[in-house]
Structures are given as C-alpha cells and as structure tokens.
C-alpha cells in the first residue's frame, strides 16, 4: 500500500481552476451597525447558516456601555440586534455558537456570561464577580471561562447552565489577566496573556492547565521592549499562535518552545487582536495600525504561509479613526473582518464589518483525468460545523472515505461505493461532535491516504 502525499501535483494535473489564494483578496462588501452614540465590537464569528455574530458594547441613548449584540445573515444584513443594559459600563468581549445553535457571550462589568437561543433571547446569565475576556465550548457540555480578578488571572470552569464546578486565580506577582482561554486537543486548557517583565516591561505568556485548573506548564516571550498578547489559538500540529502588540507574532510547539516570530504592519505601532490558522497551514491577523507621519488608524490585515512568511497584506480606512479588531475566515475561503470607524456610519463610532473574497467567476475548462489518485485538505480547515472533502481518482474504482477520531475510533463512514474517475467533493457535518482534531482516510483500491481537520466550536 503506498501514502500518497500529493498537494503541488494536483494543482498541476487539474486545469479547472487557475485561482490563485495568494493573492489579495477583493473587497466584495461593507456594512455599518450602530447608533448616534460610541459602538465597538470585540468579537467577530461565523455562524452555521453562513452569517455573522458580532459582539462588543454600544450606547443607544443609555449614556454609558452596554452588552450589543448583532447577529448578520451571509450577506451583512441585520437579522436581529440584542443590547443587555445591566449598569451602563458593561459590554461583550466574547462570543461562540453553541450546539443548539444559540450563542455563549463572555463580557466585562455586572454580567460574566449570557446564553442566548438562536434568536439572542436570553435564557440565563450569570455575574461571577470578575472582567470575563475570553469563553470557550467545553467537551463536556459546559465552558471555561478566562479573564482577570482586578489584575490577577482568573479561569473559571462551569457546567452547561454556567454553574461554577471550579475557579482559580493565579500568581499576579508576574501574570496579568487573560485574554485569550481555549480547550486544547487533550482535553486540558491554554490561557495566553500579558506577564510583567521589569527586564523588558512587559511580555506575553502561555499556560499550560490540567482538567481541575492545575498548572502545567508555563512560557514566556520577550524581546526589548513591550509585548501584550490579545489573541492566540492551538494550530493543528498542537503547537500554539500567539499574536498581539505591534503583530509581533510568535509560533511554538506543543511544549511551548518557540518555533518562530515575526512582526508584521508598520514597524512599532499597532496590534493584533485576532489570528486563526488557514485552511492552507497559514495564519490570518487582524487588527489596526497607525499610518506612517500620522495619527490616523486602519484596518489591517495580514495573510502568512506556515513558516510566518507575508502572503499578502491589507489596509482599509479613510481619513480618521479605523480601528480593526477581528477577523475570521469564512467558508469559501474569503475572510470577514471587524471593527469600527468614525469615517461611516451614523454618528461618533460605528461598528464596521467588511467582506472579503475572490473572484467567484472561476472558468472550469478541459480537465484531463488526474494521473493519480489523491486526497487534498478538506477546506474550510480549521472549521465549525462543516466542511468539504475533496479527492481525485485515475479511474473508476470502489473508494471509502472514513472520518476517525485522535485515538483511532471511527467517527463516520462517508463514503463507500464506486465512483468515476476525476475529482469528487464529499460534505462532512461535524456539528453533533465535540472540538479537536479529527482525520480522514481515502481507500481506494490499494491507495491509502490520511489527512488531519480540526473542528474548533
């Protein structure tokens, strides 16, 4: 039996498409949200229908901030709107789609943690007397929460109605609160944050945490000068990404040492406060920078290979105050991204979501049969609740495509029959499973070929 790898072959064998996703992407549309007053959002997902959940504070005539809410269909037009006014300083750092298709909401002020049906009607809310940055879907049907107790770093673990099962706080003499918390493939905890540094002010941190909130492991990463880390993620190899002031990113491996970092933007202004891996193995950061001899701020985003190498970068603003926040790649590989502006909008500050994309006028012309048979990624990759398995064959042949889970146990057979030479697409629904990395195997005659996902809810 023979492990075919075989990625740059296939895009030479197949003709159909001569897109190339190196390239920058085009804008395809904008949309404002917001009223006469201040609105930021703080967060920025893809939900399962195709739309958007954003996610940050708004002040429609209460005075102060409050918990704002807008959920977009796929595209940009506004399905509903939420605001959540518990003490006018109050507004929502996080948010993630749950199973039931509603939403888990993580935010600063009087409320900790809201859960929302489908229609961001509120169905519990819980104030654990903490700043709740970051919120993450849980295994076992519950979340695990990240932040800050005045400046201490704080994670919380609750049951599915947001009932506390334990909560620690950790040493405050180095860390700061966290920013960013996320289950990891072994069903243990990464938190990331700001540690203090009197060597280099500040630098950013990773910890490593057991099922019961025990510390594993921790790391830190500096250079000279200050270093705040806002955002990360565990990539598929199960190292982690780390980005944050001034885009110096920072890639390790499973350990937490470091396997590479670069900055990114315009050298010493801005920062980061999104990143995801790609679908190809690369890495997506949002956020904002300066403009050279101004003081005026931008959209920015960058686009890297694996190795931490510029793809492509993108700016967008006028001629004021354009502050990015989030992105997040969306399922037909363009990318969305967030934040708000006083270049549009009604009044004062005014969320901004921005669409881009690739040309969707992609001849197909004559494809020869493929010389081999082969699986490529399943795309998108990383993904929520599904995704797209394609192969190609050289011939007619019987094939079965397996889904398994990381300790071997097979998930679901997708496919099991005769298929025509050429190239096949196979959908994957992964909403009834929980996050981590799953692999799918192609057999076709005596070709075996497995290939790694990751599911992230």
């Known amino acids: 039996m023979k492990i075919i790898i075989l990625f740059c072959t296939l895009f030479m064998l197949i003709g159909a498409y001569s897109l190339s996703f190196a ?15 201040n609105d930021y959002v703080y967060d920025l997902k893809q939900t399962s229908d195709g739309g958007y959940i954003l996610a940050g504070s708004g002040t ?25 006014d518990a003490d006018d ?49 849980t295994d076992d049907g ?26 620690h706080v950790y040493n405050s003499d180095y860390f700061g609160r966290i920013n960013y918390i996320q289950q990891t493939f072994d069903g243990e905890y990464m938190a990331v944050g700001t540690a203090n540094s ?34 990360a993620q565990q990539t598929s190899d199960g190292g982690y990404i780390l980005s944050g002031l001034f885009f110096w990113t920072v890639k ?20 980061a406060f999104s990143i995801q891996e790609t679908r190809d193995g690369g890495y997506i950061i949002g956020g904002r920078v300066n403009r ?26 006028g001629t004021g105050w354009d502050l990015g926040h989030n992105v997040c790649q969306t399922d037909d590989g363009g990318y969305a991204i967030a934040g708000w502006s006083d270049s549009c909008g009604i009044g004062g500050m005014d969320i901004l979501l921005i669409r881009l994309g690739y040309p969707t006028e992609v001849k197909e012309t004559f494809a020869p049969v493929p010389e081999y048979t082969s699986l490529s990624g399943n795309y998108p990759n990383p993904f929520n609740s599904s995704t797209t398995i394609e192969f190609t064959l050289d011939r007619p042949q019987i094939v079965a495509l397996t889904v398994y889970d990381l300790l071997g146990r097979e998930i679901r057979t997708l496919l099991n029959e005769k298929k025509s030479a050429g190239k096949h697409r196979i959908p994957f629904d992964a909403s009834p499973l929980s996050s981590g990395v799953y692999f799918y195997m192609l057999q076709a005659g005596d070709k075996i070929e497995t290939k790694r996902m990751l599911l992230l809810r």
């Open 60 to 84: 429609f005539g209460t005075g102060g901030w409050n918990i704002y809410l807008v959920k977009t269909d796929a595209g940009g037009d506004t399905i509903w709107t939420r605001f959540f």
């Open 252 to 271: 390790t491996d499973a350990r937490g040492d470091t396997v590479w970092s670069r900055y990114y933007g315009y050298g010493g202004t801005g920062c």
């Open 142 to 167: 519950g979340y695990i929460i990240g932040g800050g107790v005045i400046q201490d770093p704080c994670i919380i673990k609750t049951d599915s109605l947001g009932n506390v099962i334990w909560n």
């Open 23 to 37: 390239q920058t992407p085009d804008t395809l549309w904008t949309r404002t949200f917001g009223g006469p007053g």
């Open 198 to 231: 009197v060597q280099n002010w500040s630098d950013y941190y990773i910890m490593k945490i057991d099922d019961s909130g025990d510390t594993l492991w921790t790391r830190s990463y500096g250079s000279t000068g200050p270093e705040e880390a806002y955002c």
């Open 292 to 317: 050279p001899f101004t003081e005026d701020a931008q959209f920015y985003l960058v686009k890297t290979d694996p190795d931490g190498n510029v793809d492509w970068d993108f700016e967008y603003g």
């Open 89 to 137: 300083s109050d507004w929502a750092s996080s948010v993630r789609q749950t199973d039931d298709d509603g939403y888990i909401v993580a935010c600063h002020g009087f409320t900790n943690l809201i859960k929302l049906n489908e229609y961001g009607d509120s169905l519990w809310s819980h104030d654990y007397g903490i700043v709740a940055n970051s919120v993450w879907l």
